[in-house]
Nanobody, 124 residues
């Protein structure tokens, strides 16, 4: 059974930074990993994704230039570096493994092995 664990959420003031990490225990198949978020009363939305070999990053428009997704040295571990945070970035952030290559990188249907989520709160 694959376990996916996120860490690094917290409370930060607007303009600040946070670093989220996600580790998945040996998923197969694995075409990459990604981050989604869900704010209260809203649907889950794609934030950033990383496709393996070569590592190719994808971002939703609202986070381009502020967030960076990268692969850690450990296998199946990714990091989301978030800078210039805004109150509208407040949400629960979920990490998942991309197991279905037939879906676009921003479609949650292409992902499995979701983590429990980590809360990110940005105060104004």
């Amino acid at each position: 059974q694959v376990h996916t664990v996120e860490s690094g959420g917290g409370l930060v003031q607007a303009g600040g930074s946070l670093r989220l990490s996600c580790a998945a225990s040996d998923p197969d198949p694995s075409y990459g990993m990604g981050w989604f978020r869900q704010a209260p009363g809203k649907e889950r939305e794609f934030v950033a994704g990383l496709r393996w070999d070569p590592d190719t990053a994808y971002y939703t428009d609202s986070v381009k230039g502020r967030f960076t997704i990268s692969r850690d040295t450990a296998k199946n571990t990714i990091v989301l570096q978030m800078s210039s945070l805004k109150p509208e970035d407040t949400a629960v952030y979920y990490c998942a493994v991309r197991t279905r290559a037939g879906y676009p990188a921003d479609n949650p249907l292409g992902y499995e092995h979701w983590g429990q989520g980590t809360q990110v709160t940005v105060s104004s």
